[in-house]
């Protein structure tokens, strides 16, 4: 295999900047096929790993294999310990019961669970009883004075049931990106607002196009054990749920409204919360709870500079899954052979050919796969707070989700290109391999704040998402009507395993591109930062500014 002269990288290393591209085209220095990723997909996305799940005996063998893997290429334990374990102390949650019905004067509507509404415990109580609750539409529920956008006025909602419209304003050009989803616009921030404002409950409406999947989604998602970080302060809010559009708009009229004339009414700047008079609510829920720890596995490649290897780029995926649920044409087992057995088979491989030169590789690499991504992004929270070195001392994520399984691409589409300087490695390298990048052609979906390179962002450090392109080779001309089917009937269900059409020619060369990519990051001089602006930059700042007063 033909090998850069060191005494040229060296050259190269003292010539090169985040703005120049290298003379010559790199190659990876080991042997990379589409068996190469084929061989962990299997292993984790068959039946006898069962979904998955947090904190069962599933994530022990998904652990254990994937620590195994990085054992045997060489790597080192990534926790301080000298452990490649991380515990993330989760708590689970199960609903077995869940009873919703509004009350007017003149009818109650009594909803279907699953069919009509998802809803559970806010916190940690085995059962939620709520009587003539009343009921207040707080549009998008927006506090953001950067956007000069307050949907509240004001108004005190403390012990209230807040229904929320789903994503972010979208009919002005110079607010909220012009529309695009940003963290305002994602589920949790709603659930955040209520607590926040003391409320009693929240429902979020759902539509397909304001959340960008189907009820399907909702429903599978939220039906099964849920997981989240016990947070020991408690707050007044007892529940948190879905309402479907149907039954939102069964809800809205029966206080004199119409649905379709409220969400147009959160598009203004002068919306008002709106009280939906006459509407009571009532609602019963009981839960069970299992306190356990999740795992994320964390390995290392050191750095081979003194004056860099207390640095890092972190590669990640997350390893979990949704376990098992109601069985669909005899099939109960969520595999999740895309999402995301693809992600840890692609970090695998990348830790497999990093170490082969690991002389050639200034900054210290990581390998992160990460615990209990479907439930709201924990594992990925966890080690982004308690990283093994400080955020400041990262140089950037690489967050690798349901990799491409559709085919090779001429480009690639990189979510959250235009908030940072990685984009200027990305494009020169993608450039070199005879690629174009792409920024989010769904950006509405708000992908950016839906996968764990989100946890890294909230700490400063800039952060990709790599995803496939749209630009096939060889494929017909309606292939991307295919793949979006594909995207929107598999997503979270139980069809979601390996089948017989993928095609991981394309997960190749996106792995191949994100080795260069992240060869660069780790060789070059300067930290990666966030464009100016960006509303990432200031946690950056404060983070480079604490890690500089730490001696290592």
Known sequence: MKKIPQIILAALLLMTTACSVPEENGVIPAELTEDHLMEHVEVLAADEFGG????TIYEEMTVSYISEQFEEIGLEPGIPDGSFFQDVPLMGQ???LAELSFSSANETADLEYQDDFMAWPAHVQESVSIRNAELVYVGYGIEAPEEEWDDFKGQDVEGKILVFKNYNPVTYEDRFDGGNRLYYGRWTYKYEQAIEKGALGALIIHTDETAGYGWDVVRNSWSLERFFVYDETGHDTEFEGWLTHDQSKQLFEMAGL???????AAEST?????????????IDLSAYYREIEGQNVVAKLPGSDPELADEAVVFSAHHDHLGYGDPVDGDSIFNGAWDNASGVSKVINLARLYSQEPEDIRRTLYFVTVTAEESGLLGSGYFAENPPIHAGKISANINLDATNIFGETRDIVAIGYGRSDIDDILQQEAELLGRTVKPDPRPEQGLYYRSDHFSFARQGIPSL????????????????????????KIYHTVHDRIH?????????????LMYRLGLRIANDDDMRQWVPGDEFEQARLDALEEAAMIEY
């Open 52 to 55: 998955r799940t947090p904190g």
């Open 94 to 96: 199960d609903t077995d």
């Open 258 to 264: 119409e649905l379709d004339d409220m969400l147009e």
């Open 270 to 282: 002068e919306f008002e919360p709106v009280t939906l008079e006459g509407v009571t609510l009532d």
């Open 465 to 488: 998402f790599p995803n496939p392109g749209s630009d096939f080779v060889g494929k017909p001309d309606d292939y991307n009507e295919q793949v979006d089917e594909y995207r929107s």
């Open 500 to 512: 017989d059409w993928w095609d991981l020619s394309g997960a190749v060369e996106d792995t191949k």
